[in-house]
Nanobody
Framework: QVQLVESGGGLVQVGGSLRLSCVAS????????MGWFRQAAGKEREFVAG????????SYLDSVKGRFTISRDNPKSTVYLQMNSLRPEDTAVYYC??????????????????WGQGTQVTVSS
């Protein structure tokens, strides 16, 4: 049974930083691309960042480029999202997700078959 468990969310002031972690179990982690999505209240879930199985390819939502960095540690079956220069519009529940590696890093939610329960990130102004 695949499990993805996120942690690291919380309340932070504008301009602050947080690092989200997602530990995976029940899957061969190095065979999966990993992604972070977010869903703000009243809005649809959106892709934030993705990383290929080996870490060589990454993709980002335009509004987080230069502020967020996705990385992974395959021996630890963990994917991270370092978030700097946080803005109020970054407030959302953040989810990690796993997709079978397909070459390019997918940004499509339906390609991700396993999801975590989410962690709340709140940026106060």
């Amino acid at each position: 049974q695949v499990q993805l468990v996120e942690s690291g969310g919380g309340l932070v002031q504008v301009g602050g930083s947080l690092r989200l972690s997602c530990v995976a179990s029940g899957l061969t982690f190095r065979s999966y691309d990993m992604g972070w999505f977010r869903q703000a209240a009243g809005k649809e879930r959106e892709f934030v960042a993705g990383i290929s199985w080996g870490g060589g390819r990454r993709s980002y939502l335009d509004s987080v480029k230069g502020r967020f960095t996705i990385s992974r540690d395959n021996p630890k079956s963990t994917v991270y999202l370092q978030m700097n220069s946080l803005r109020p519009e970054d407030t959302a529940v953040y989810y990690c997700a796993a997709a079978r590696s397909m070459g390019e890093v997918t940004t499509t939610a339906s390609d991700f078959r396993s999801w975590g329960q989410g962690t709340q990130v709140t940026v106060s102004s």
